[in-house]
């Protein structure tokens, strides 16, 4: 496929550059006027001016949009049973995320519903939301379980998780979140035993290991001990710390090498300390701060400081029920007041390292696979974020195929 007539193409990455940290987060690379060539789903190559097909390929003409690298998704629980529309009744009553869990809402209704589920339905349920995401721009997803709680529903998770890989076009990676909330029955120390049990099954089955270390559900040492009992696996750590108090989280996900550690909405200046000079990528989730009115991380106090940054949807069904990378990146800058291409640089190449792809997506880089977005004519990274919800792709190509064409 060979992309002609390109306003911008947004996002070119030298190869060897896996994230951006500190001052680089405000750059990009941009070409006006600029073709594109798409061989075996991968980038071949690009430049400036005409270009010509060879014999046989597909021509796309851009129009004068812009051409960027797709979104990618580094924090998702998208395969969950039903929905949780009544609790977003009660919280429009007043009651807080904690005040709807302790009720026994929350991550254990979802849990309740998925043990109902059966296997195909799961699967089908949650290929609706891959579907949405996929038309949203987005080529990358990190999947996690945590909605099973004992070792036959989260077994039944993965495997999901596996399927929907198998399946659909964007990339896909898998983390195992035993320690979401502890299962019915069980108490918090039996039930961390139960995950570090589930482990040698989990492990055939996933690529990441997660625990939600927070305030009311684990703490930093039952994270400790969970993360101890994946590391033989080779499993690497994702955390969840910092949603609803300053936890403790960020610290052990580091001490354990931690890819990402994620949320992050109450940091001090001490976690934003023990982050630097390590490859743990800091992951903010704009999304859940927007529909649990929690305060926003403080995206700008991170990158001053030198460190990397990654935006992900966390899209789920009690804190965040929207996949939509391109409103996230509005959040962070609307919300965050980060740059539009420091948030461009969040949703697609660190976003991509946060879940350990940036070597194969999240930028127009030549080698990398084909996962780009072609816009109507006229926009631009600023307008992406500005005018948030008009209408701005005009065809979603994943591994070198189209997957939509808009207009
Ligand atoms: O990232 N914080 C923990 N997990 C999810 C919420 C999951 C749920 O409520 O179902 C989150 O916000
Ligand atoms: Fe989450």
Not at 9 to 18: F, Q, S, T
Not at 210 to 233: K, N, S, Y
Request: proline share 5%; charged share 20%; with cysteine.
């Amino acid at each position: 496929m060979l992309i002609v007539n390109i306003g911008e193409l947004v996002g070119i990455v030298p190869a060897g550059v896996l994230r951006k940290q500190g001052p680089e987060m405000s750059e990009t690379g941009i070409l006006r006027n600029a073709w594109l060539r798409v061989a075996d789903g991968r980038i071949e190559g690009f430049g400036t001016g005409p270009a010509t097909p060879d014999a046989g390929e597909e021509t796309v003409d851009a129009g004068g949009g812009m051409v960027m690298p797709a979104f990618c998704d580094s924090h998702t629980h998208i395969v969950y049973a039903g929905s949780r529309e009544g609790e977003f009744l009660d919280k429009i009553e007043g009651l807080s995320y904690e005040q709807i869990a302790a009720r026994g809402g929350g991550i254990l209704n979802s849990s309740d519903l998925l043990h109902d589920t059966p296997e195909d339905e799961l699967y089908r349920q949650s290929m609706e939301r891959v579907t949405e995401m996929m038309e949203a721009g987005t080529g990358a997803i990190e999947i996690k379980s945590g909605y099973g709680l004992n070792p036959a529903d989260e077994l039944k998770m993965l495997r999901v998780i596996r399927r929907i890989r198998e399946t659909v076009p964007a990339v896909v990676r898998s983390t195992f979140l035993g320690a979401h909330a502890v299962g019915r029955g069980y108490t918090r120390e039996e039930y961390v035993s139960a995950v570090i049990g589930m482990m040698p099954d989990a492990a055939g089955l996933c690529d990441f290991v997660d625990v939600f270390c927070d305030e009311g559900f684990f703490t930093p040492e039952d994270t400790d001990r969970i993360l101890r009992a994946a590391e033989p696996f080779g499993l690497r750590p994702k955390i969840h710390a910092n949603e609803l108090a300053v936890s403790g989280g960020v610290e052990v996900g580091v001490r354990h090498g931690a890819l990402s550690v994620d949320h992050l909405e109450r940091t001090t200046p001490a976690q934003v300390e023990a982050l630097h000079g390590t490859g743990t990528m800091p992951t903010m989730l704009p999304g859940s701060s927007f529909f649990l009115g929690i305060p926003f991380g403080e995206a700008k106090a991170f990158v001053s400081a030198g460190l990397g940054l990654a935006l992900a949807s966390d899209y789920n069904p009690g804190s965040s029920p929207s996949g939509n990378m391109r409103f996230v990146m509005a959040l962070g800058c609307i919300r965050m007041r980060l740059t539009p291409v420091q948030a461009f640089n969040a949703v697609t190449l660190n976003s991509a390292y946060a879940m350990g792809i940036s070597d194969i997506a999240g930028s127009v880089t030549p080698g990398k696979l084909a996962n780009l977005i072609v816009t109507r004519p006229g926009w631009n990274l600023t307008r992406l974020a500005y005018n948030y919800s008009t209408p701005f792709a005009s065809r979603i190509i994943l591994r070198g195929k189209t997957l939509m064409q808009l207009i």
